[in-house]
């Protein structure tokens, strides 16, 4: 055996060790130690590979190995919550994907919402092929993959260079069509209950809906923060409603929930939806057709987006260009907007 310099003691011995070990190049290793090299390198060569590996106490490294190979034939789809219908159908689609191809995909919900995600297991690496991360960014998701594993991001900023592939929704056109919707009813004194969540998805909401009515001279909208849950948003629609100044005629909300709970705020000021004030949604969650009056909202294909997030994944791992171009959303007019008040 050729003997080269041996690693420290205590370092983790590499690839590197092992190939200087045994006088051959980091690409024999490889192709020996991942069972490839029959026809390509010699039985003896293979041999001084397999013995260098054990002197030195060598282990494969398994993330980048289980990439090469797809030896796990696992995918992580982290999400900020399960709390959300939107995310659950997300799941859906991945899932379904992934069994027509003999994958798994494992549901994780980070315990710090959109921000950095803990690692779930041991060594999440060790044991996945792939992570899909929806509505968040590239940053959160350093603990889980760290920067073997390929990610592809659902509904998420395209610019973030950290993913290997983006799948998004075109939620600007979504937010341009409810203004529409709602200018073409006469409407011209908004508020905007924004989701107080810090993410991509909301700030193209809020971006879409003051470009729509910055060219509307006559229109005016206010914009008023929420947590994401039905009691806040009813809250902070109260305060809006009782305080001073004119009153909006419809009321435009970043999320089905936050729409909820303005309806409930509208009705116990004595007021009517939409007789007095429009609300809007956005998701078109299986709440949006339980609340009475039924709301507008905007569709979102979640199915979809789950479906192309493992499609993209999947040719990632193979080598191929993932698909191109934002999912298409829907306006659903329902019987929570109806024609501006007079006066």
């Avoid at 027509?100 to 297991?121: K, N, Q, T």
């Avoid at 998805?201 to 809020?206: G, K, Y």
């Avoid at 303005?262 to 969650?285: N, Q, Y």
Wanted: aromatic share 4%; glycine share 10%; hydrophobic share 45%.
């Amino acid at each position: 055996m050729a003997h080269g310099s041996l690693p420290p003691g205590g370092v983790r011995p590499t690839s590197r060790d092992v190939a200087r070990l045994a006088g051959v190049s980091q690409a024999t290793v490889s192709l020996v130690l991942g069972e490839k090299w029959r026809g390509r390198v010699s039985e003896r060569t293979a041999d001084l590979v397999r013995d260098a590996a054990r002197e030195l106490g060598y282990r494969p490294n398994l993330a980048a190995r289980n990439l090469r190979l797809g030896r796990t034939r696992t995918a992580l789809l982290v999400v900020p919550a399960l709390t959300n219908e939107f995310f659950a159908r997300v799941y859906t689609g991945a899932a379904a994907v992934a069994a027509e191809h003999g994958f798994g995909v494992v549901l994780y919900p980070s315990p710090e919402g959109v921000g950095p995600a803990r690692d779930p297991f041991a060594s999440a690496r060790a044991a996945l092929d792939g992570v899909i991360a929806s509505s968040m960014a590239a940053e959160a998701l350093t603990d889980i993959r760290g920067s073997d594993l390929p990610l592809v991001m659902l509904d998420s900023d395209p610019a973030d260079p950290g993913a290997a592939a983006h799948v998004n929704l075109d939620i600007a056109d979504g937010m341009r069509q409810m203004t529409n919707h709602l200018l073409a009813l006469g409407h011209r004194r908004f508020v905007h209950l924004a989701s107080a969540v810090t993410s991509w998805t909301f700030d193209v909401r809020a971006r879409a809906l003051a470009t729509a009515l910055g060219s509307v001279p006559d229109a005016v909208v206010r914009t008023v923060p929420a947590p994401l849950d039905v009691g806040s948003a009813r809250e902070a629609t109260e305060r809006t409603l009782a305080g001073p100044g004119a009153r909006p005629t419809a009321i435009v909300c970043d999320d089905d929930i936050l729409a909820a709970g303005a309806c409930k705020a509208v009705r116990r000021l004595g007021l009517r939806v939409p007789e007095d004030i429009s609300v809007t949604g956005f998701d078109d969650l299986a709440l949006a057709t339980a609340v009475e009056p039924e709301l507008t909202t905007i569709r979102l294909p979640a199915e979809r987006v789950g479906e192309r997030g493992m499609s993209a994944l999947l040719a990632v791992l193979e080598g191929r260009p993932p698909g191109q171009g934002d999912l298409p959303v829907e306006l659903v007019a329902r019987g929570s907007s109806a024609p501006a008040p007079v006066g």
